[in-house]
């Protein structure tokens, strides 16, 4: 099977969910002190705002594979493009504190939405040897968004916008978000759902229309895969033959969040800050980090087939144990302010080499077809709930110590090395069908 144009817009316009995920995600770190300010926040208050979102993004990835199986993939990505859409607008014109967090909420669910949905309906139209890059996209658009946040937040706030800035930086997103609703008209189903609800022949013709070599040879594979025609097409994921994909989706989102990576990108103007940085210097800081993250994703994008996910998962975790280490010795000695900088970058780059560039193809990749929105889900909301629970108390573990959080993160990347070596299998270059036999997966 080889790339075609239609399989390739599919993906792009799939992906603008990350570019979408990646910019809400970001965006907060340059309002918060804004935020701070206008409503009185405490650090417990603080840290509520930011985890607003990441409640609802909780709720997004444990529901969203009840929408993604009814409605299907693509439908249920046009869902989440209306929540973005009614979260920046909503953010931007918030009339008090509670309704900044309920807006910060709603755009969660689509958030949530999106990690689940974007990477499973790219996995599902994807040939096994182009796969790897072609999810990958997605996280390379998560990373834009995040490049964009921080470089929007920098030139808002070149532009002497006052006490209105920081609805300026939070509403912005609007605009890209209409426009990844619209583009959503013009890619087709996923042919995986299309064989689950027992539409055979309209995923005979998506399989033509994307380029497949062998169209009835991969569709009689997926048939088989999937076996609707006896039941299996709605199986439950909680049976002890799915322990293994359980078990890896639930670790790789745990340690994705234990590497500190969210807690960095939402509190990253903070650290700068008391680390002796001014707001406008924190800003560009800011944007030379997400440039890092943007410029390793797209190397680990053109290796990850070729690699493999666990190689890269490997290097990832000996690169960010040694750089959040550094990042603690930094704040307990009070000296070396001058590298933190590029302790973060190091950082950066070797989370965005590995984890970054694994996670969402991992995830879409481990579990059968039978189950994979709900296997899918589970793994984005560990994923998310680790989030939620991290970057909650991190402002306030900061507070206390400013070294203790990346003590914790750099302890954890060492765990990780070990289990990933020695219970993570590889997965490049195998088909979705494959993998479940590989897994042992009747």
Request: charged share 10%.
């Amino acid at each position: 099977m080889s790339l075609n144009s239609y399989l390739l817009r599919s993906t792009v316009v799939a992906a603008l969910g990350g570019l979408l995920f990646g910019f809400d995600t970001a965006v907060i770190s340059g309002a918060t002190h804004a935020l701070t300010s206008v409503y009185s926040l405490s650090p417990t208050s603080l840290g509520v705002t930011v985890s607003a979102a990441l409640v609802g993004t909780i709720l997004g990835a444990m529901f969203a594979g009840i929408p993604g199986d009814r409605l299907g993939r693509r439908d249920s990505l046009r869902i989440m493009a209306v929540l973005y859409m009614a979260s920046a607008l909503g953010c931007a014109f918030a009339w008090g504190w509670s309704s900044l967090v309920f807006f910060r909420f709603i755009g969660g669910l689509g958030i949530g939405g999106s990690s689940v949905l974007g990477p499973m309906y790219i996995a599902e139209v994807s040939p096994a040897k182009w796969r790897g890059r072609l999810v990958g996209f997605f996280q390379f658009n998560i990373v834009s968004g995040i490049l964009l946040a921080y470089l929007s937040n920098y030139l808002l706030g070149l532009q002497g916008l006052g006490g209105a800035e920081w609805r300026w930086k939070l509403g912005i997103s609007a605009l890209p978000a209409l426009l990844f609703f619209v583009m959503l008209f013009g890619i087709p189903r996923s042919p995986r759902w299309l064989v689950r609800m027992n539409r055979v022949p309209e995923a005979r013709k998506v399989l033509e229309s994307i380029g497949a070599e062998n169209v009835e040879a991969e569709l009689q594979d997926i048939v088989a895969s999937i076996d609707a025609a006896h039941g299996h097409g709605r199986e439950s994921l909680f049976s002890w033959k799915y322990r293994m994909p359980i078990f890896l989706a639930v670790s790789i989102g745990m340690f994705n969040q234990f590497a500190g990576i969210n807690a960095i990108l939402y509190y990253l103007n903070d650290i700068f800050a008391k680390a002796g940085f001014s707001k406008v210097s924190g800003d560009l800081q800011a944007v030379a980090i997400g440039a890092t993250n943007l410029l390793f994703t797209i190397l680990a994008m053109s290796v990850i087939d070729k690699f493999g996910r666990k190689t890269l998962l490997l290097i990832g975790a000996v690169g960010t144990a040694v750089c959040q280490a550094g990042v603690a010795y930094t704040f307990f000695s009070g000296r070396h302010q001058d590298v933190l900088v590029w302790l973060l970058i190091g950082f950066i780059a070797f989370f965005a080499f590995s984890q970054g560039a694994v996670i969402w193809v991992y995830l879409a990749e481990v579990f059968p077809n039978r189950v994979r929105a709900s296997g899918q889900s589970l793994g984005s909301l560990t994923h998310w709930l680790m989030n939620a629970l991290i970057s909650g108390v991190f402002p306030v573990l900061a507070a206390r110590s400013g070294g203790a959080p990346f003590v914790f993160f750099s302890a954890m990347m060492v765990l990780q090395f070990f289990v990933v070596l020695l219970w993570y299998p590889e997965t490049k270059g195998v088909s979705l069908e494959a993998m479940q036999k590989k897994l042992g997966i009747a």
